[in-house]
């Protein structure tokens, strides 16, 4: 059993030096500006039930978010932020079907692989949101979308196992906010005169105290 189980760490650690980097995806995210944009917005996020899932952290979700918001949604911050879009996924399952096949991947020494056939595959369904908010909090609008992904794992052409599940996650997650995106460009008329009226939070600045007067006479 351990023979196998070397052999086992050794082929898939060899497949995942052939298979594609994940980083020409997530990092050259495709540029879709809308033709209306809010004004500048804080981005946040809520893993919620991708908790449950493997493939993404906080920081990855928050980095993905914020890119979209960034390039597409709002105008650049080099202002005060007028209001914050918080990114919410209340529902999301993810599947990997093949894993059967790894035993035969395993007596057959990887030869399927080397040949081109997927090791396994993972699936991402998923529930977005995207709520809206002013700088004192209160939702001025709510908008949904839907996603999902499916990643091989396998030489030449596919991701290793330790990038495919992170990826089916974002590809799917930029296919929901991608259907998001369109609503907030037609919402954009309502939104925008809520967020400037809203107006940033004003910051009262208390007069230092004055020196007491001294009698020179």
Do not use: W
């Amino acid at each position: 059993m351990k023979i196998i189980a070397f052999l086992r760490c050794g082929l898939l650690a060899g497949a995942a030096v052939a298979c594609a980097a994940p980083g020409h995806v997530l990092q050259h995210l495709p540029s879709a500006v809308n033709a209306h944009r809010l004004p500048p917005l804080e981005p946040t996020v809520e893993m919620g039930a991708l908790n449950n899932t493997d493939g993404t952290s906080h920081d990855d979700l928050l980095r993905l978010f914020q890119n979209e918001i960034y390039r597409n949604v709002a105008e650049p911050t080099s202002m005060t932020s007028l209001g914050s879009a918080l990114l919410q996924v209340p529902e999301a399952e993810v599947k990997r079907t093949g894993r059967a096949l790894q035993i035969i991947q395993l007596v057959t020494m990887l030869t399927p692989s080397l040949l081109g056939l997927p090791l396994e595959t993972y699936q991402t369904t998923l529930t977005a949101k995207v709520q809206i908010r002013d700088l004192q909090g209160k939702v001025l609008g709510e908008y949904e979308g839907h996603g999902q992904a499916k990643v091989q794992v396998a030489m030449y052409y596919g991701y290793s196992q330790r990038h495919a599940p992170g990826l089916s996650d974002a590809l799917a997650l930029r296919m929901a906010l991608a259907q998001i995106r369109q609503q907030l460009d037609t919402a954009a008329t309502r939104l925008r005169p809520l967020l400037l009226a809203a107006g940033p939070v004003a910051t009262t600045i208390q007069p230092a105290p004055q020196a007491a007067a001294t009698d020179l006479r």
